[in-house]
T-cell receptor
Framework: GEDVEQSLFLSVREGDSSVINCTYTDSSSTYLYWYKQEPGAGLQLLTYIFSNMDMKQDQRLTVLLNKKDKHLSLRIADTQTGDSAIYFC????????????FGAGTRLAVHP | NAGVTQTPKFRVLKTGQSMTLLCAQDMNHEYMYWYRQDPGMGLRLIHYSVGEGTTAKGEVPDGYNVSRLKKQNFLLGLESAAPSQTSVYFCASNPGLAGALGEQFFGPGTRLTVL
């Protein structure tokens, strides 16, 4: 069945780049998403990539997609303390109705 | 627009008690979802609805019931709460348009503790 896997924790120094990795299983996913959850809040869509793209850049965010290896990554350049949050990778469930399969989330801690 | 709202924000129940969580959205979205979030497990889909009057089971439906009597509201019920249902519950909605981005819009969550 579908599954999305992520490492659970990442610690970076302020100003460095952060790279959060994700692997997924459903090669038919049209879109792949990155959601951000700040403490005590719900999830917000951070960025997404269409499955026929290899890379998408959006200001400090770069999403890389390797369809052959079913690997997705999110790079945050010049990481700031405000980037501290949990980041979830998600793919669209093949059963339809825009259902999403989420990874367990990567907690990003940014330290001075 | 308020987006997706959830009530209550926090609740403590005793084992065996019942309660209903309310989700409301003002975006005229067709699809609505209930998730639970547990540490190290991400979000798991409990139930979902693809329109007024419809509901369907998700990944972890046991112990929960739902209703979608009005398009803007999606209720999640626990008939007899168990400690295993201690979790943070999130509601989400999606426009339900074919071929669209598929983004889900999330509420702020309800933190439920069952003693």
């Amino acid at each position: 069945g579908e599954d999305v896997e992520q490492s659970l924790f990442l610690s970076v120094r302020e100003g460095d780049s952060s790279v959060i990795n994700c692997t997924y299983t459903d090669s038919s996913s049209t879109y792949l998403y990155w959601y951000k959850q700040e403490p005590g809040a719900g999830l917000q869509l951070l960025t997404y990539i269409f499955s026929n793209m290899d890379m998408k850049q959006d200001q400090r965010l770069t999403v890389l997609l390797n369809k052959k290896d079913k690997h997705l990554s999110l790079r945050i350049a010049d990481t700031q303390t405000g980037d501290s949050a949990i980041y979830f990778c998600a793919e669209v469930f093949s059963g339809g109705y825009n259902k999403l399969i989420f990874g367990a989330g990567t907690r990003l801690a940014v330290h001075p | 627009n308020a987006g997706v709202t959830q009530t209550p924000k926090f609740r403590v129940l005793k084992t065996g008690q019942s309660m209903t969580l309310l989700c409301a959205q003002d975006m005229n979205h067709e699809y609505m979802y209930w998730y639970r979030q547990d540490p190290g497990m991400g979000l798991r889909l409990i139930h979902y609805s693809v329109g007024e009057g419809t509901t369907a089971k998700g990944e972890v439906p046991d112990g929960y019931n739902v209703s979608r009597l009005k398009k803007q509201n999606f209720l999640l019920g626990l008939e007899s709460a168990a400690p295993s249902q201690t979790s943070v519950y999130f509601c989400a909605s999606n426009p339900g348009l074919a071929g669209a981005l598929g983004e889900q819009f999330f509420g702020p969550g309800t933190r439920l503790t069952v003693l």
